[in-house]
């Protein structure tokens, strides 16, 4: 199968694309391209009780225990849980961010890709 036209299958090349469309596939995959390094999951900053009776964290106004920084993510289709230090987590905010984004520009190549091919003529037929 002969994928000419960065990544087009030689029978789409035929598919006339519009200013625009070049466009925004010269802006997402440019951006995608440039991306960098990409950590999946969700982080999630929390702060909580003990199950002690006497300690601070059941005082009026409660002094709560953490913050405690977890990552969550999916690997081998179990969830994995790591706890981060505040370093770890100003460290790898900008790596959650490119896979945030990544997800983002994927799904706008998507819907691009089905607005072109929607101008496929076979459709028509």
């Not at 969550?72 to 100003?90: F, H, P, S, Y």
């Not at 990544?102 to 089905?114: G, I, N, P, Q, S």
Request: glycine share 8%; with cysteine.
């Amino acid at each position: 199968m002969d994928h000419a036209g960065g990544g087009m299958p030689e029978k789409l090349c035929a598919v006339e694309l519009t200013t625009r469309q070049r466009s925004k596939l010269e802006r997402i995959t440019g951006e995608l391209g440039s991306l960098g390094m990409c950590l999946p999951g969700s982080v999630v900053v929390r702060t909580g009780r003990c199950g002690k009776v006497a300690c601070s964290c059941r005082d009026d106004p409660p002094k709560l225990h953490g913050p405690f920084r977890s990552w969550t993510r999916k690997l081998a289709g179990k969830t994995v849980t790591r706890l981060l230090t505040e370093e770890q987590l100003d460290d790898y905010r900008v790596l959650f961010d490119n896979h945030r984004r990544l997800k983002e520009l994927v799904h706008e190549l998507e819907d691009l890709t089905l607005s072109i091919i929607d101008a496929d003529p076979r459709w028509k037929t």
